[in-house]
């Protein structure tokens, strides 16, 4: 089936924009990218590390005790930023990204896992603390990996054929309808791998559901920062990039 091409698509820019096929920007100078890629896998790592072992509860008005995985407060800024990545550099360097914060993690639970294991010295009387926060880090590490592959490359893919479907239009449909997929196939992965045999499962499916519906539930809180963000990129890259002809595969890191 031939693929969509940019000089057939009715896409509409801002001053001083200009529409371009992903392949277009290879070697070009971006402002921001970088920046975008440190802050991404900070916002992992931070999230895995200090949020997602604990779980809280709180009392909602009009709907009471709601028992969520603490984490779920800052994780979805990940997904947020990606969904920006996606819409201002295109999926290829959104591909990138995600490696980087796949590699990060890696480091992170190794890093976690040799402290642990350390024998303390004599005296110190931190080591069953700090066991037992970090005791399951490469654990949860190793399922927040699996997850937050599969999570972030389904939300990049639908992000970035969503624009060329709808010609660059209704970014809100493009940040909500990728993190309702995206963030479906993270949850499913991630909490089952992570504390299934650690917490009940009545509670495993708890969190679940909950989680998921306020992961979405925030994604569309910020989609007015997400516009604010993505239009505030474009202009300052000058560019626009449409996913018309690009290799979806996520087995790679060349952009």
Same mark, same amino acid.
């Given at each position: ?21 992903? /392949? ?26 200090? &949020? ?7 009392? $909602? ?7 969520? /995985? ?10 947020? $930023? &990606?969904?920006?990545?996606? %819409? ?10 995600? =490696? ?27 080591? %069953? ?5 970090? &005791? ?14 599969? /999570?972030?490359?389904? !939300? ?15 970014? =809100? ?14 949850? +499913?992965?991630?909490?089952? +791998? ?24 925030? %994604?569309?809180? +910020? ?7 993505? !239009? ?24």
């Amino acid at each position: 089936m031939r693929r969509q091409r940019l000089e057939t698509m009715a896409v509409e820019v801002a001053d001083g924009v200009r529409a371009v096929e992903a /392949g277009a920007i290879q070697g070009a100078r971006l402002r921001f990218y970088d920046y975008c890629m440190v802050a991404f896998a900070v916002i992992l790592i931070c999230s895995n590390l200090i &949020g997602a072992a604990k779980v809280s509860t709180l009392n $909602l008005p009009l709907i009471g005790a709601v028992t969520f /995985g603490t984490g779920i407060l800052f994780f979805p800024l990940g997904y947020v $930023l &990606g969904d920006v990545l996606t %819409e201002v550099y295109g999926y290829a360097r959104a591909r990138r990204v995600v =490696w980087v914060g796949f590699a990060a993690s890696v480091f992170a639970a190794g890093m976690s896992a040799f402290i642990v294991a350390m024998p303390p010295a004599e005296g110190w009387e931190g080591q %069953e603390a700090i066991a037992q926060v970090f &005791g399951q880090v490469p654990r949860i590490f190793a399922a927040s990996i699996a997850a937050f592959w599969a /999570g972030e490359f389904a !939300n990049a893919f639908v992000m970035a054929r969503m624009k060329v479907w709808t010609e660059g239009r209704y970014l =809100w449909t493009r940040t909500i309808g990728s993190t309702v997929v995206g963030q479906g196939v993270d949850t +499913l992965i991630f909490y089952p +791998l992570a504390f299934w045999g650690v917490w009940e499962p009545a509670l495993i499916v708890t969190v679940m559901l909950t989680n998921y519906i306020l992961k979405v539930s925030w %994604e569309v809180a +910020l989609t007015p920062v997400t516009y604010a963000v993505v !239009n505030g990129m474009k202009r300052a890259e000058g560019l626009d990039v449409f996913d018309v002809d690009t290799d979806f595969t996520p087995f790679k890191t060349k952009v």
